[in-house]
């Protein structure tokens, strides 16, 4: 799909904003079903089986020759990895050091709404100097992160893994290694929040946002086979708090297995990511399995997970997550022999295949949720444009908007048509998605391509407030977000 429309970016090195347009449209939100109530996530529960305290601070972290004064949890970028097994109970308190306040979301988890960490629907917002405990059951193993749910927070450095192993899972490999993609600007260009005040400086305002200079921003980006997926460029790409040209080494021996998951903690970045020389076997994507699906190269979208198996050769051998429709990216080495270290801007080969999009996948059976059709049928607009910087659903702002409404146990049905010239990577709470197209792929962020609708079901099944939106934080942040209450 070549990318036809002009465009103009935000430079978070410190230019400017543009873009092309698309008007939005409005469609109104009902429904009336009614069936039986599967058990919800329960808040009350027994002891913990992991306990932490995490601490939201102001902090120095090292990129790699590079410094940053930055938000981070306990002074490190990614955070400190938290583990447990499924069906544990995790009690976590936040500390709160930032000069201002914060929530933590658990992102993918499937656990009682009161601990879903979105001020104004789940919970007030944790105090500058507050602290705030985090106490709920990880029913479903996977891959999860957690952020904030507050402002562009995110964009920070204020995000970490969150593992959920399967205790009935056989474990068939060597090594597990965890990796975090981000795009960073805070500390080193425009800090986050200062880009959403340019944002929103022309939202609304048609005029004022084409006066805006950065022209010569066009030099930072590429072209993506799938449209617009970014808006900003960055200074930086990083794999586990990492620039490319001082990367983190991971060591194993030839013919060893090693599962890698991969998480998309950037705040406006869609990665391609391959490794060197390698045919990765995509076993899980946003913790559920899928049907084994051998791939040179996978798209990874703001919000999404990937588990993937590689058999690893002899040598040293990059590991590349590219800024898809940006010139830029992050790098992480595997060394199992000798061999020369790659240059920070290596471009793996893989790259030249057709990446897979995850939700093209299909099932493991044992993931499938059962048929059965949909009580409610509700179709969503994804709508908004660059220029004037303006993203909502249902051609409103979140604020304005009407919150999605179902009755606890029914299937209901969302349709999602992105009537915008961008992809965007919609992400549901407190559930997981089934999607008809493809065999009842169970995913939690799905991106939905410029111009084209995406079919999810959900079975509702956990009560409560949670937020539905876009995973592009600035356009999450815009106005492009509603929820679903029951
Ligand atoms: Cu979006």
């Known amino acids: 799909m070549p990318n036809i429309f002009t465009r103009r970016r935000l430079i978070a090195g410190g230019l400017g904003i543009g873009g092309a347009a698309l008007l939005s449209a409005c469609t109104p939100a009902t429904g009336q079903p009614a069936s039986p109530v599967a058990a919800p996530p329960t808040s009350t529960f027994g002891a913990p089986a992991f306990e932490a305290t995490l601490r939201a601070g102001v902090t120095e972290v090292d990129l790699g020759g ?24 995790l009690k976590i308190r936040v500390e709160n050091t930032l000069p201002v306040e914060t929530s933590v979301h658990w992102h993918g988890v499937r656990l009682h709404n009161a601990a879903d960490g979105v001020p104004g629907l789940t919970q007030d917002p944790i105090a500058a100097g507050a602290d705030f405990t985090y106490e709920f059951v ?12 507050s402002g562009v927070q995110i964009d920070r450095g204020l995000h970490a893994p969150l593992i959920i192993d399967d205790p009935a899972e056989p474990g068939r490999y060597d090594h597990e290694w965890v990796l975090v993609l981000d795009d960073w ?46 808006d900003i460029v960055y200074p930086h790409y990083l794999i586990n708090g990492r620039i490319p040209a001082e990367p983190l080494t ?32 995509i076993t899980h994507t946003d913790g559920y399995p899928v ?3 051998q791939t040179r190269a ?27 429709g940006k ?68 051609g409103v702002t979140f604020g304005n908007d009407t919150p999605i409404r179902t009755n606890a146990g029914a299937r209901l049905r969302l349709t999602m048509v992105n009537e915008t010239m961008m992809a965007h990577p919609m992400h549901i709470h407190g559930h997981t998605w089934s999607l ?39 356009h999450a942040e815009i106005g492009m977000m509603t929820s679903l209450q029951y």
Not at 261 to 280: C, E, K, S, Y
Not at 450 to 474: E, F
Request: glycine fraction near 12%; include cysteine; charged fraction near 15%.
């Open 138 to 149: 990880a029913p479903d193993p996977g891959t999860y992160f957690f952020h904030p749910h």
């Open 66 to 89: 590079i410094t940053a004064t930055t938000w981070a949890y306990d002074g490190r970028i990614p955070g400190k990895e938290f583990r447990a097994k499924a069906g544990d109970v």
């Open 436 to 474: 008809p197209s493809n065999g009842g792929l169970r995913k939690d962020t799905v991106l939905v391509l410029p111009m084209q609708s995406i079919t999810a079901d959900l079975q509702a099944d956990n009560p409560g407030k949670w937020a539905y939106h876009c995973h592009n934080i600035y």
């Open 185 to 230: 600007t805070d500390g080193v260009g425009k800090s986050p929040d200062d880009i959403l005040a340019a944002f929103q400086a022309q939202h609304g305002s048609v005029s004022k946002g084409m006066n805006m200079d950065g022209m010569s921003g066009m030099s930072g980006m590429g072209n993506s086979p799938l449209g617009d997926v970014g």
């Open 291 to 293: 049907q084994p699906t």
């Open 327 to 394: 010139q830029g990216q992050g790098l992480i080495l595997v060394r199992t022999g000798a061999g020369a270290k790659p240059a920070p801007t290596v471009r793996p080969a893989e790259f030249d295949s057709n990446p897979q999009l995850l939700a093209a996948l299909m099932p493991l059976d044992s993931a499938r949720m059962p048929v059965r059709e949909p009580d409610q049928v509700e179709q969503v607009t994804l709508n908004g444009q660059m220029q004037p910087y303006a993203w909502g659903m249902n």
């Open 250 to 281: 991971l060591t194993a021996t030839p013919g060893q297995k090693a599962r890698i998951r991969l998480i998309n903690a950037a705040a406006d970045t869609l990665f391609r990511v391959a490794l060197g020389g390698h045919v990765m076997t």
């Open 298 to 324: 996978l798209y990874l979208a703001q919000g999404e997970r990937a588990d993937v198996l590689v058999t690893l050769g002899d040598g040293v051998f990059p590991l590349v997550a590219a800024a898809e």
